[in-house]
């Protein structure tokens, strides 16, 4: 499968860019300044792109079979302003169908998962508030796939609440709109296997024109 992996030198990309690769799978990232990174694997070729440019996306994503946006909704080590996840999804959903690329899988956040129907984790009393701007904004580029992207093949995958690197299990729980917790309440994934479910998902799609969260 040849894959485009945009926010390819991030926490989560450089885990798909691993995983990918180990399933032989080809992949290319793209990052907004190919020349300020390292690439960490000869395999992968960095192009310059933006997941928020229309024009960008569909120049990248012509003749891939799926596209990972796996950016984030923070500013870069490198001073580069941070992008929106709604400007990102609705430029990945026009750009896409000017390249004639319906599959797409989108990283969201946690904030819209529920506790509780109709409770967003976002909405609730003590959600800290620097991490409330981007989980808003999560929230609403779901609402953007769900209204906007009629005729493509995406799915948004939203992590546990706790994420950070660790083992590769290979294993991992799903959710379709709420909260997932283990035994002692805990949300947590690494994100190696958020990669996992990543490319599980476009290997075998189980969750086309929905969300799905992930933990263990």
Known sequence: MKILLF???????????????????QITGVVRDPQAVENSDPRVSLRRGDATDRRSVAELARGVDAVVSAISPR??????????????????????????????????????LEVAPGKALVDQPGFPDAYKAESLDGRDSLEVYRKEAAGLDWTLISPAVEIAPGERKGRYRTTADTVL????????????????????????????GRRFGVAY
């Open 75 to 112: 500013p870069n080590a490198r001073g580069l302003p941070a992008p929106t996840l709604v400007a990102a999804a609705r430029a990945l959903i026009a750009g896409l169908r000017d390249a004639g690329t319906k599959r797409v899988v989108a990283v969201g956040g946690a904030g819209s």
């Open 7 to 25: 926010g390819a030198t991030g926490n989560v990309g450089r885990c798909v860019i691993k995983e990918a690769l180990s399933r032989g799978h």
């Open 181 to 208: 917790t283990d035994a002692n309440g805990k949300s947590f994934i690494t994100f190696e296997d958020l990669a996992v479910a990543i490319i599980d998902e476009l290997e075998k799609p189980q969750h086309l």
